[in-house]
């Protein structure tokens, strides 16, 4: 009953390029945002239980409507439902962590809002997106586990970590090992007959995650790391690493795009890794000799293995 | 609104469902929120469930219909019970479990999207030498820009300039050895255009030669040029026409228009939007260059995401020019609107025409719908909370008029270039 209340037939827009795609999930997403401002300026729900009440309210009418258009046909349907998705994941988070103070409970009650989203919206953008806000929020709640909430100074300085090489690389991979895992799980066991009719779930939700492996691993950098308000230097220790560990994350989001003939994705996940690389750039915490000597010492080791790859005539 | 709402209801046949709903809300409202006003929000959620009870059962009638046409389309075979071809009625009831995902007989099960197929091993290993080969170019060169940045006083200045001299020189020898389109060539021509940028920043950075920084583009993109030529590669122009924007963006958006270069121009009355047209004009005017060399035999130097880039940054700065008219800010002429309006159509038909790639009709939507939900939002002031409904409802449905045209013509134009695919 729940595989058959969750899986959904085929949609009809398996075939929409990317470019479409983006067009809808952004103008949705905008239009979410201005929807909200209504909502709330029309019912004020000052207390939790009034925004939870108008959150759910909205979360149910869209599940409605993404139900509704089943087959993807209805583009307005969907659209005018993920406004109302939007507006009411706000209303529903704010209800979540209303009394609660720093980001810490935000992050945790978000993971859980979106990855019950991206299992029970029956719709593939919904769910792609939901599935990215999902990697986005379980990297901050394990940045917030490791490292604890930034402690802002009067003067805008935030108490400074400077977690050693080790120990920085050991707390990367425990934040986005899981992701990689459960991608390659979910790409490798794909063609199983037991994932193959949830297929209509298990695809948005890969593709948020290679979204997610290649832009959201910025979310797990300290904020402490960053020169806040030409704030004093900092002391990031290890961190300075992160940004070329998500630099080869998102290349293996490039790679999870091309098992899954993406090209379009492929192209946005080599993006991210530029990102990347130019966040490696401005990273404090050791000097841009050593950073330099890095990539070109990086850059002749993948050429090298490149060359020593290189498939033989035969093959 | 009540009074609307109502007889739309009415129309659905659905009054007591219409009453019970009335009801049900002045209660919750009363209870939840004692000072909102009862009578908008009851106007509102009347509206909206109207809505959504409207859309769900005009979309369970469309929904089946379509699945049953799909049904009929791809899955009941000619001379088969159900097949339109078939005098023997069909069973409604059957589409009907079908299109709700029940469980349905073997012959009937709808087509679930497959998993894609996982590359082969070869197919694996040709991806992992290509993708290695980037990431050790591009780290090859960003180490380079590292190094050059960190400004290194172990080195001294001429060590500096004749290390990277010696790469320039090494990257333009490597390619003479291997020429184009051999992969190291590519790769050395690549690597000599990133070497060109470090060594002309290592020189601004030695000699304080007081420069303006869109000057350092624009020589480095001068310079480049002939390595790119040569190159005949995607990549290689692509970097080289980032090169080139990078310093058209910095002239024609942040130099003030009392530069000399603008002096003039300024003198033509013309101002920053109608200066931003500039670089629109370059990137468009380079993305049909680049389409019509597809047909040529540099088609391998112009890939179709090469014109893709060009087109989506040239949009852009168009966009951004329209805004600050639609903004009205200083005084804005209208000239760069309908400048960009001109261009929109353009592009418009003679992708039309060409009926080969949605894309560029995807990112004049995308561009429009911008440009239009600023101008309402700007229009709107937002003096009274009905503005944010308007905008949301106009983003709304303007992107998916878009998309429903975008998706037709994608399929059209798609099953007349590709066999089997059905429009």
Known sequence: MTADAIAMPNSKNNDRPLAISLLLGASGWIAGLFMLAFVAALFRPDSTAQAAFCGITLLVAAWGLFKVDGDGAQVFVAQLALALSIAGQCLVLYAMSGDAHGIEPIANAALVLQVALALVMPNRLHRTLSTLFACIAWALTVRYALVGNPDFGARGDAVRIAPSLALAIVAWLVAWLPVVAALWWLIRRGAVPTLQRWQVVVQPIVTGFIIGLAFATIASQPFESWRWWGGGEAAVGGLVLWPLLSALGALAAVAAAFARHQRGLMSVCVVAALLHVSHFYYALGTSLVVKSLLMLAMGAAALIAARALRPTENA | ?423
């Not at chain 2, 959620?45 to 769900?56: D, P, S, Y």
């Not at chain 2, 099960?109 to 590359?119: K, V």
């Not at chain 2, 049909?288 to 040529?296: M, N, Q, S």
């Not at chain 2, 540099?298 to 179709?304: I, K, L, Y």
Request: aromatic share 8%; proline share 5%.
């Open chain 2, 1 to 423: 609104m009540v009074g609307m709402a109502v007889p739309v209801c009415m129309l659905m046949r659905m009054p007591v469902t219409v009453v019970a709903v009335r009801m049900v809300v002045v209660m919750l409202v009363r209870v939840i929120a004692p000072g909102a006003d009862v009578r908008i929000a009851l106007d509102v959620i009347v509206m909206t469930v109207t809505l959504c009870v409207g859309v769900i059962g005009v979309g369970m009638s469309h929904g089946e219909s379509v699945t049953q046409q799909q049904l009929h389309r791809t899955t009941i075979p000619a001379g088969a019970s159900g097949h339109p071809g078939c005098t023997r009625r069909y069973r409604p009831g059957v589409g009907r479990g079908y299109a709700r995902g029940m469980n349905s007989p073997d012959a009937l099960t709808p087509p679930l999207s497959p998993a894609p197929s996982l590359p082969t091993p070869l197919e694996w290993r040709r991806f992992g030498v290509g993708l290695l080969h980037a990431a050790g170019l591009a780290g090859l060169g960003a180490g380079v820009i590292f190094f050059v940045a960190a400004n290194w006083q172990a080195w001294g200045v001429l060590g500096r300039f004749a290390l990277l001299g010696a790469g320039v020189v090494i990257c333009a020898g490597l390619a003479s050895w291997r020429t184009p389109p051999q992969r190291i060539g590519q790769g050395a021509l690549l690597l000599g255009t990133l070497f060109i940028g470090a060594l002309l920043a290592l020189f601004g950075q030695t000699y304080q030669t007081g420069a303006d920084l869109h000057e350092l583009f624009f020589t480095w993109a001068a310079l480049a040029l002939p390595f790119a030529l040569a190159a005949l590669s995607g990549a290689v122009w692509a970097v080289w026409w980032i090169v080139l924007d990078v310093g058209l963006g910095l002239l024609c958006g942040i130099v003030g228009l009392d530069h000399l270069v603008w002096r003039l121009i300024a003198g033509w009355g013309w101002q920053r939007e109608t200066v931003l047209m500039l670089p629109c004009v370059v990137n468009l005017g380079a993305a049909a260059l680049f389409l019509a060399l597809r047909a040529t035999r540099f088609a391998d130097a112009a890939p179709p995401w090469l014109s893709r880039l060009l087109l989506t940054i040239g949009l852009g700065y168009g966009t951004a020019a329209a805004m600050i008219v639609v903004l009205d800010r200083h005084d804005a002429s209208g000239s760069a609107l309908v400048l960009y309006g001109v261009f929109s159509a353009a592009i418009a038909v003679g992708t039309w025409r060409a009926r080969r790639d949605v894309f560029p009709l995807t990112a004049l939507a995308g561009s429009w719908v911008a440009i239009s939900t600023v101008a309402l939002a700007n229009a709107m002031r937002f003096e009274d909370i009905g503005a944010f409904f308007v905008v949301a409802l106009w983003l709304i449905a303007s992107s998916t008029v878009a998309s429903i045209a975008l998706m037709r013509w994608h399929r059209a134009w798609r099953s007349a270039t590709e066999p089997g695919v059905l429009p």
